[in-house]
């Protein structure tokens, strides 16, 4: 049965991000929403607890982006993701989910979803995945399995030691989904320069992309 909860209505101000947030886990889901409203840009309109009900309130409020869980009462992921986007066809989709199954990504993405991120993500790369998917671009988290290490092995070097106090100070702003403009502002740079640190931040981190350099700088991260 969906909650309907509404957040707001109508356009976000300052054309915010207008964000549906769809999980049946009434904490977690509004914790979520809770921390959303925290970040500059980000609204939460509405909030539902099944997938009928994320349809009702897609079609309703016509969110920019829907953060969908996937195992929920209903129909079934493939079903409710095709049905917010018939409700809400401008609407980007973000699957949140605990499940890291290879077949079920492929069909969600291949259907549409423009993100697949596993619920252990930290709050970061969520809310920059939310910005990308504005932006057109597709992001894909999952955790990185580990054993840890064994005996008398030695422990895994901290990725961010690196890195200069400039690089830190830009992978912080980086964390919080800011452009390299904003970035670049911020710090009273150019952009050019900011674009050369996150080069030589890539490269020292082997990351490939923002979000896979937030997720390897360990120490960066806040935590709720």
């Given at each position: 049965?969906?909650?309907?909860?509404?957040?707001?209505?109508?356009?976000?101000?300052?054309?915010?991000?207008?964000?549906?947030?769809?999980?049946?886990?009434?904490?977690?889901?509004?914790?979520?929403?809770?921390?959303?409203?925290?970040?500059?840009?980000?609204?939460?309109?509405?909030?539902?607890?099944?997938?009928?009900?994320?349809?009702?309130?897609?079609?309703?409020?016509?969110?920019?982006?829907?953060?969908?869980?996937?195992?929920?009462?209903?129909?079934?992921?493939?079903?409710?993701?095709?049905?917010?986007?018939?409700?809400?066809?401008?609407?980007?989709?973000?699957?949140?989910?605990?499940?890291?199954?290879?077949?079920?990504?492929?069909?969600?993405?291949?259907?549409?979803?423009?993100?697949?991120?596993?619920?252990?993500?930290?709050?970061?790369?969520?809310?920059?995945?939310?910005?990308?998917?504005?932006?057109?671009?597709?992001?894909?988290?999952?955790?990185?399995?580990?054993?840890?290490?064994?005996?008398?092995?030695?422990?895994?070097?901290?990725?961010?030691?690196?890195?200069?106090?400039?690089?830190?100070?830009?992978?912080?702003?980086?964390?919080?989904g800011l452009s390299n403009r904003q970035i670049g502002t911020r710090l009273g740079i150019t952009e050019g320069t900011v674009k050369r640190h996150l080069r030589n931040i890539f490269d020292k981190l082997g990351?490939?992309?923002?979000?896979?350099?937030?997720?390897?700088?360990?120490?960066?991260?806040?935590?709720?």
């Open positions: 049965m969906s909650t309907g909860a509404e957040a707001g209505a109508g356009a976000g101000p300052g054309g915010d991000i207008r964000v549906l947030a769809v999980d049946d886990h009434r904490l977690l889901r509004e914790a979520l929403c809770e921390l959303l409203e925290l970040y500059d840009g980000l609204t939460v309109v509405a909030q539902a607890d099944d997938g009928p009900g994320g349809v009702r309130m897609a079609g309703l409020h016509r969110p920019d982006v829907v953060l969908l869980d996937v195992e929920m009462p209903g129909p079934g992921p493939l079903a409710n993701l095709r049905a917010i986007q018939q409700a809400a066809p401008d609407a980007r989709v973000i699957v949140l989910t605990m499940h890291d199954n290879r077949r079920l990504i492929d069909s969600m993405l291949s259907a549409g979803a423009v993100g697949y991120l596993h619920k252990e993500a930290e709050r970061e790369v969520l809310v920059a995945a939310i910005r990308s998917a504005m932006a057109g671009g597709t992001t894909m988290f999952l955790p990185r399995t580990s054993n840890g290490p064994g005996p008398g092995s030695a422990q895994e070097p901290d990725p961010a030691a690196s890195l200069t106090l400039r690089e830190r100070e830009l992978m912080e702003l980086v964390a919080q990351a490939s992309s923002r979000l896979d350099a937030v997720n390897r700088v360990q120490p960066l991260r806040r935590r709720y």
